[in-house]
């Protein structure tokens, strides 16, 4: 934790660098997005070791065997979708895409928000292009959900009520934070309504942790069908 601690410091300056060349007046983007990467990679190091030595040793090896092993396959995948997200929201706060279109479902009344690729060379309408960036913020989202409600419909069908309950609360954040990411968009992307869509997706990833673990790990007690 140390090291990454000391190599997020040095990515910080490179960040703040970029704001400092002549003609910028904000930081790069893509810089910003590594920033928040890596901060999110040591929050959930963070969570996950909080996790484990919330348990003692001899109930994770017992509670190992028992694991889920398709559930937990499933919620790491929800995991890295979650990252990717995390990363194309770092991009729209980057270059103040939220407020590009505040239009919802469609974007400039289209579904491609017009001037999509409107940049040379093509690639940077992928970092610079406020209307595309926020297209992929909003369709990653999209899938993000919809994926999230399969893998939701998985643990809800375990057998372990603590584990059952971790999935529950994800799903509900989840909701709560796409629905949080329109309102956001509708209003602009209002400092007070960023923030806490932001401050969201630091509760979804920990919840989103949580319920990986304990399908890795799930708790003891009573299983669901137990006696009958």
């Known amino acids: 934790m140390g090291a990454v601690g000391g190599v997020q410091g040095a990515i910080g300056w490179w960040m703040?660098?970029?704001g400092l060349e002549a003609g910028m007046i904000t930081v790069a983007s893509y810089r910003l997005a590594t920033h928040l990467?890596?901060?999110?990679?040591?929050?959930?190091?963070?969570?996950w070791y909080i996790l484990?030595?919330?348990?003692?040793?001899?109930?994770?090896?017992?509670?190992?065997?028992?694991?889920?092993?398709?559930?937990?396959?499933?919620?790491t995948g929800l995991m890295h979708f979650a990252f990717l997200q995390i990363l194309l929201g770092?991009?729209?706060?980057?270059?103040?895409?939220?407020?590009?279109?505040t239009d919802w479902p469609l974007m400039g009344g289209q579904l491609l928000p017009p001037g999509a690729f409107a940049l040379v060379p093509l690639?940077?309408?992928?970092?610079?292009?406020?209307?595309l960036v926020q297209f992929l913020h909003r369709t990653a989202g999209y899938l993000?959900?919809?994926?999230?409600?399969?893998?939701?419909?998985?643990g809800r069908r375990s057998p372990h009520a603590a584990t059952r309950a971790a999935f529950h609360?994800?799903?509900?954040?989840?909701?709560?934070?796409?629905?949080?990411?329109?309102?956001?968009?509708?209003?602009?992307?209002?400092?007070?309504?960023a923030i806490a869509h932001?401050?969201?997706?630091?509760?979804?990833?920990?919840?989103?942790?949580?319920?990986r673990h304990l399908a890795l790990y799930p708790r003891g007690g009573a299983l669901r069908g137990a006696g009958t």
Not at 90 to 101: E, K, P, T, Y
Request: a positive charge.
């Open 16 to 18: 703040v660098a970029s």
């Open 37 to 47: 990467g890596l901060a999110f990679v040591i929050l959930g190091l963070l969570a």
């Open 52 to 75: 484990q030595l919330g348990r003692s040793e001899a109930d994770l090896m017992q509670a190992r065997r028992g694991r889920e092993a398709r559930l937990f396959s499933m919620s």
């Open 90 to 101: 770092a991009l729209v706060a980057g270059i103040d895409a939220g407020r590009s279109f």
């Open 123 to 131: 690639w940077t309408n992928f970092f610079e292009n406020p209307g």
């Open 144 to 154: 993000l959900l919809a994926f999230a409600v399969v893998v939701w419909l998985r």
């Open 169 to 193: 609360a994800m799903a509900a954040m989840m909701l709560a934070q796409a629905a949080l990411g329109v309102v956001t968009v509708l209003l602009a992307a209002h400092w007070s309504v």
């Open 198 to 211: 932001q401050l969201g997706a630091v509760v979804l990833w920990v919840l989103i942790l949580r319920a």
